[in-house]
């Protein structure tokens, strides 16, 4: 009897996963915001700290208008770079790789939920983590610069899971 | 502590002061409020027949009802009797004030207040915290200010309002986001970052002269500044060294202390200890952000949340409680923890957003954004059990609320 109520329970919560934000969406946000508790290192070699170099005020230079790269998505409460996102970064670089003049802004950015404070630090976590990427792949960290906006500059101002999928990003602006 | 000096504009604070209703001056309620509440009447106190003085008198009667510790009845049900009278004389707006025990006959406070005619309601709300310090020995709210962010003008600027959520006065009007303001401990500077300059950075405003000051610009982020109880350091999350960290900044020399050092997590929103050893800040170093307390010195940080998926925000207040906002069943509520006891209380319950709780100087009452239908304004709850009050009634969001200490 109890295994059956286990396996109903169980059911339901499988039900609502396959379902996701439509149905269920607390169930949907409770695991979203539970994830990491594994924390893949950063970069190739276990990760490690690059020290940001120092801010001039002012822009690195004239926008980069002939190319455009894509924003790199991330999960709820997590800085971590998925898979499906690596591609992306890695375009970046093998452009910087090819042409050394170019300086990238990386802006990071959190959906609306939670703490200002603390999205502000998880933007700039995400920012880094790409810029962690970004020199991994050989781009001297010099030329990688972060500028981190927390939850304040949406892209969608929808309250939906389809909003905040889009506004917690990663972007890239080129200087040259 | 001095008390917070008056700020600017008095002519902002008129502007506003009638708008907030001035209920009629006969409210007597019994009982209300559980027990532990003092009865007190203000029926003795005679305003005169202007305007200014029946200002007088109706906040005066809000004040000491919203400072939670009395219930203004009727003079026969009276425990504490107030007397005396408020009148506008020479320039002057006076209120004499005796406050006595009816059934003792002991003297609490016996004093004359003055202030210009204009200011009613400031004479209101010291006379208000005389009265609540010298019968209950407790710091009074009614005087002391309250720093917010709001979009009323679209854009997210630093709005000052008092305790009661009248004399709204604009601060900044940056065109770029502001956040997470905080006081200096004698609540005569305000902290807070903006992207003034297209980074965030830590400003501080002096509020005599409104003079800004930039005071933290590393490269990267530089936010969540908030001042030790002595007023010389500021700890605050920087992300110079390749991910976002703890720090203490010395005022004077700017020399900095790195506190955390956490490869894989970001750290953010420090909070002071009352006794400046110790303070209470955010890490995501489980993968979810929880809150923890670290020695002000650097050393081993300690967990102290361990329900809720997410807890944030923490506010160390003036008795050592720490309050912080817990994401529970999906929702934001406001938690307590005693470090005494290592136990927490969730101090709101109701489904919708609670967040960014910060202390009032009698640690008692919590001020608080909530957010309802995508909608944010401030509120203040009182952990002893009376009603939440909507201090913002504007357009726009309203939210980081940061009350003064005094």
């Excluded at chain 1, 890695?90 to 999205?119: F, K, L, P, Q, W």
């Excluded at chain 2, 102290?304 to 906002?325: K, Q």
């Excluded at chain 2, 939440?388 to 003064?404: H, K, M």
Aim: aromatic share 8%; glycine share 12%.
């Amino acid at each position: 009897m109890k295994k059956t109520i286990v396996s109903a329970v169980f059911g339901v919560v499988v039900c609502c996963l396959l379902i996701g934000s439509s149905g269920c969406t607390s169930v949907d946000e409770e695991l979203l915001g539970a994830d990491g508790d594994v924390l893949i290192p950063l970069g190739v070699d276990g990760g490690g700290e690059f020290p940001l170099g120092p801010r001039a005020d002012g822009l690195p230079g004239e926008p980069v208008a002939d190319v455009a790269f894509d924003s790199v998505a991330f999960l709820y409460d997590s800085f971590q770079i998925a898979d499906s996102e690596r591609g992306k970064i890695e375009a970046i670089a093998d452009y910087m790789n090819r042409n050394h003049d170019v300086t990238v802004y990386i802006d990071g950015h959190c959906d609306e939920r939670g703490s200002r404070e603390y999205n502000l630090s998880l933007s700039e976590h995400r920012a880094l983590a790409i810029r962690a990427y970004l020199i991994s792949l050989g781009v001297a960290g010099n030329r990688v610069l972060t500028r981190s906006f927390g939850e304040e500059q949406p892209l969608d101002l929808g309250h939906r899971e389809s909003a905040w999928r889009q506004n917690r990003r990663g972007e890239f602006e080129l200087y040259r | 502590m001095k008390r917070f000096p008056i700020l600017c504009a008095s002519i902002l604070a008129l502007l506003l002061a009638g708008g907030r209703g001035a209920s009629g001056s006969d409210i007597v309620i019994v009982g209300e409020g559980g027990s532990g509440k003092v009865t007190i009447s203000l029926k003795g106190m005679c305003p005169g027949g202007g305007a200014a003085e029946r200002l007088f008198y109706d906040v005066l009667e809000r004040d000491l009802t919203r400072s939670g510790w009395f219930n203004v009845v009727d003079r026969t049900a009276a425990t504490v009797l107030v007397e005396g009278s408020c009148t506008q004389s020479g320039g002057r707006l006076s209120a004499v004030c005796d406050v006595k025990n009816g059934a003792t006959g002991g003297r609490y406070l016996s004093r004359v207040f003055t202030e210009t005619p204009t200011a009613s309601r400031q004479l209101a709300h010291m006379v208000a915290d005389a009265i609540v310090e010298a019968v209950k020995k407790v710091p009074g709210i009614a005087s002391s200010k309250i720093v917010l962010v709001g979009s009323k003008s679209g854009k997210k600027d630093l709005f000052v309002c008092g305790a009661d959520g009248a004399d709204m006065v604009q601060l900044t009007r940056d065109g770029t986001p502001c956040l997470s303001p905080t006081w200096s401990p004698r609540a005569d500077n305000l902290f807070y970052t903006s992207f003034h300059r297209g980074f965030p950075d830590v400003y501080q405003v002096q509020l005599a002269t409104g003079q800004r000051s930039r005071v933290a610009s590393y490269p990267g982020i530089n936010a969540g500044a908030d001042a030790s109880p002595d007023g010389k350091l500021l700890a605050l999350a920087l992300s110079k060294d390749g991910n976002p960290e703890l720090y203490v900044l010395q005022l004077r020399s700017k020399k900095l202390t790195r506190l955390t050092k956490t490869k894989f997590a970001a750290e953010a929103s420090p909070s002071w200890s009352p006794d400046g050893r110790q303070i209470a800040f955010v890490s995501d170093s489980t993968g979810s952000p929880q809150v923890y307390v670290i020695s002000s010195g650097g050393g081993k940080a300690q967990r102290i949340t361990f329900r809720g998926n997410e807890n944030v925000s923490p506010d160390w207040g003036p008795d050592g409680r720490i309050a912080y906002s817990s994401r529970r069943q999906g929702r934001y509520q406001i938690c307590v923890y005693d470090p005494n006891t290592r136990g927490d209380t969730s101090v709101t319950e109701e489904p919708v957003d609670h967040e960014s709780p910060s202390w009032a100087p009698d640690g008692r009452h919590i001020v608080y954004t909530r957010t309802q239908g995508y909608r944010s304004d401030v509120y203040v709850l009182d952990t002893s059990g009376d009603a939440e009050v909507r201090l913002t009634q504007f357009q726009g969001d309203w939210y980081s609320p940061s009350w003064a200490p005094r």
